[in-house]
């Protein structure tokens, strides 16, 4: 990734200076972002060491993550990501935010603990549920189970309720996810191919013992890599967690700081990307829940303001569409057939450039040269 590194000296309209310090308006952020998130242009990288620097990909479903690596990577195939997860260098589990997140084997064993006060947290919400059950003989109990065999959730509740059976079943099964690093077992998870979602621990998956809970300190410099200039309150979003301010103050020295808008305070390292405001954006087509849209308490560096809530319907979520960096539009892709809704109007030039990635998205993820790209509504 290239770096173009710019002070408030010489930044131009990147930043101007206040008596509060360095501003970023929307558009600098915009860009950093982009830069960090490997969307300005496609990066080298190879699959593993983009999901290790991206920190994860969101993967509540299977396929989300071959897409977010296609719109980063240069010379990605679906089946580099696969191919990972059969080697069992890649594993998806629950971390951040409680969602299920394709990790490398390391970050696995290291972003986990990390995270456990808030499964801890999660868990509390389902007390009723759980009265009078001895949560870490629960722990125990379900650990033997997933590492005599992978077991489905289905299976860990059922053996769960012989032994509690007043407890909630639905609670007794968040309590062994939120009580031990589950992750999803192949073939779930692989490029064409289905499997239902079976369990068993990270230790026993990945043959080694998880790392003892980290400082957050080294994760927040990963985290502002990957994602800054950021809050305090943008890391939290992005973790699920609270109190990491502390963390921040301890790297103060060694970071740099700038101002939002807003007078919020942002953090960042102090040779990370900071492109000029100006720098192109290609178009790029990113999943649903792409980490982009997720990672930040203020979403405006991405998602303007009128179209805030635009890329859900209920319980749908749709896949996005960037144009000049910013949210533009979704899309859906059903068989052969790629239909485009843009939120507001493209000039020729933009259109034809959308066009034109999708061509190539579809090339990358189908290997057909046969599409039919629409412009229309999508609803449900």
Same mark, same amino acid.
């Given at each position: 990734m290239t770096k173009t590194t710019r002070t408030a000296a010489t930044a131009g309209t990147t930043a101007k200076t206040t008596a509060l310090g360095s501003v970023l308006g929307t558009r600098a952020l915009n860009r950093a972002t982009l830069d960090r998130q490997l969307l300005l242009?496609? @990066?080298?990288?190879?699959?593993?060491?983009?999901?290790?620097?991206?920190?994860?990909?969101?993967?509540?479903?299977?396929?989300?993550?071959y897409y977010a690596l296609a719109a980063r990577l240069d010379g990605f195939t679906p089946q580099a990501l696969s191919q990972l997860m059969a080697d069992r260098e890649v594993v998806r589990i629950v971390t951040m935010r409680s969602t299920i997140h394709t990790h490398t084997a390391d970050d696995a064993l290291t972003?986990?603990?990390?995270?456990?006060?808030?499964?801890?947290?999660?868990? !509390?919400?389902?007390?009723?549920?759980?009265?009078?059950?001895?949560?870490?003989?629960?722990?125990? &109990?379900?650990?033997?189970?997933?590492?005599?065999? *992978?077991?489905?959730?289905?299976?860990?509740?059922? #053996?769960?309720?012989?032994?509690?059976?007043?407890?909630? *079943?639905?609670?007794?099964?968040?309590?062994?996810?939120?009580?031990?690093?589950?992750?999803?077992?192949?073939?779930? !998870?692989?490029?064409?191919? @289905?499997?239902?979602?079976?369990?068993?621990?990270a230790e026993h998956w990945l043959g080694r013992p998880a790392e003892p809970a980290p400082a957050p300190d080294a994760t927040v410099l990963r985290y502002l890599a990957a994602f800054g200039p950021a809050s305090v309150k943008d890391m939290q979003t992005w973790a699920g967690l609270t109190r990491l301010r502390e963390a921040f103050e301890r790297l103060r020295p060694q970071l740099m700081t700038f101002r939002d808008e807003n007078g919020v305070e942002l953090f960042d390292l102090p040779d990370a990307p900071r492109?000029?405001? /100006?720098?192109?954006?290609? *178009?790029?087509?990113?999943?649903?829940?792409?980490?982009?849209?997720?990672?930040?308490?203020?979403?405006?560096?991405?998602?303007? #303001? /009128?179209?805030?809530?635009? +890329?859900?319907?209920?319980?749908?979520?749709?896949?996005?569409l960037?144009?000049?960096?910013?949210?533009?539009? &979704?899309?859906?892709?059903? !068989?052969? &057939?790629? +239909?485009?809704?843009?939120? !507001?109007?493209?000039?020729? +030039?933009?259109?034809?450039?959308?066009?034109?990635?999708?061509?190539?998205?579809?090339?990358?993820?189908?290997? @057909? @040269?046969?599409?039919?790209?629409?412009?229309?509504? &999508?609803?449900?």
């Amino acid at each position: 990734m290239t770096k173009t590194t710019r002070t408030a000296a010489t930044a131009g309209t990147t930043a101007k200076t206040t008596a509060l310090g360095s501003v970023l308006g929307t558009r600098a952020l915009n860009r950093a972002t982009l830069d960090r998130q490997l969307l300005l242009r496609r @990066s080298p990288l190879s699959a593993k060491a983009a999901v290790e620097h991206l920190l994860g990909l969101q993967a509540q479903n299977v396929k989300p993550p071959y897409y977010a690596l296609a719109a980063r990577l240069d010379g990605f195939t679906p089946q580099a990501l696969s191919q990972l997860m059969a080697d069992r260098e890649v594993v998806r589990i629950v971390t951040m935010r409680s969602t299920i997140h394709t990790h490398t084997a390391d970050d696995a064993l290291t972003l986990r603990p990390l995270v456990q006060a808030a499964r801890d947290r999660e868990l !509390g919400t389902f007390r009723n549920g759980l009265t009078g059950v001895d949560l870490d003989r629960l722990a125990a &109990i379900s650990r033997e189970l997933v590492e005599a065999e *992978p077991r489905t959730m289905k299976q860990l509740r059922q #053996a769960l309720l012989a032994e509690w059976p007043d407890a909630d *079943p639905f609670a007794l099964s968040v309590a062994a996810r939120c009580r031990l690093p589950l992750v999803q077992v192949t073939p779930r !998870g692989l490029w064409g191919r @289905s499997g239902q979602v079976a369990l068993t621990t990270a230790e026993h998956w990945l043959g080694r013992p998880a790392e003892p809970a980290p400082a957050p300190d080294a994760t927040v410099l990963r985290y502002l890599a990957a994602f800054g200039p950021a809050s305090v309150k943008d890391m939290q979003t992005w973790a699920g967690l609270t109190r990491l301010r502390e963390a921040f103050e301890r790297l103060r020295p060694q970071l740099m700081t700038f101002r939002d808008e807003n007078g919020v305070e942002l953090f960042d390292l102090p040779d990370a990307p900071r492109p000029d405001v /100006d720098t192109p954006a290609p *178009p790029r087509f990113l999943p649903e829940f792409d980490n982009l849209l997720l990672s930040h308490a203020d979403r405006s560096r991405v998602v303007p #303001a /009128d179209l805030k809530g635009r +890329t859900w319907q209920g319980n749908q979520a749709y896949c996005t569409l960037l144009v000049d960096g910013f949210l533009a539009g &979704i899309w859906r892709q059903e !068989g052969e &057939i790629l +239909t485009i809704e843009p939120f !507001g109007k493209l000039t020729r +030039t933009q259109r034809d450039e959308v066009v034109q990635e999708a061509e190539r998205m579809l090339t990358v993820m189908a290997g @057909s @040269s046969s599409y039919d790209i629409r412009f229309g509504a &999508i609803s449900g």
